[in-house]
């Protein structure tokens, strides 16, 4: 039997696109990815200022860090969503991009702007925590 985890809403807090918190059940093991970057399979940041394209790529590395894990974006619990900007556009460019591919699994998420990230010409990373059944 699969286990769920559970995304906690408010009806006391601003109606945002996220959820406020999650719920692991017991008994699930919990995985810490690395940030996922906006690199190509090379180890290459594309040089652009794009960052919804950033966005999208570090989606992409994110889906493939949890499937090598035996999950998928629905197991994600928490993200933090890195930005390397003064612009709040840029934030959102990010937020939404990355949001798109989540669908309807609104989990809690930190959206912060950076001065600077680890790779040369790195706009974005995001951060995740995801929670599956023990094997």
């Known amino acids: 039997m699969t286990k769920k985890i559970s995304l906690i ?10 959820a406020y918190a999650s719920r692991i059940p017991a ?3 919990i995985l810490f990815l690395a940030g996922a970057c906006p690199l190509t ?3 290459i ?3 652009s200022s794009d960052v919804e394209m950033q966005a999208n790529l570090c ?6 860090a949890m499937k090598e894990c035996g999950a998928s974006l629905e197991d994600i619990v928490y993200t933090r969503v890195l930005v390397a900007t003064q612009n709040q556009k840029d ?3 990010a937020w939404e991009t990355i949001r798109k591919e989540f669908g309807d699994h609104d989990v809690p998420s930190t959206l912060s702007g950076v001065t600077v990230l680890g790779y040369r010409n ?11 059944d023990k094997k």
């Open 9 to 18: 809403h408010s009806a006391n807090l601003a109606q945002v696109d996220y």
């Open 27 to 29: 008994g699930m093991d």
């Open 41 to 43: 399979k090379e180890g």
């Open 45 to 47: 940041v594309p040089d």
């Open 59 to 64: 989606v992409e590395n994110l889906k493939e």
């Open 91 to 93: 934030l959102v460019t």
């Open 122 to 132: 790195q706009l974005v990373e995001i951060e995740a925590v995801a929670a599956v």
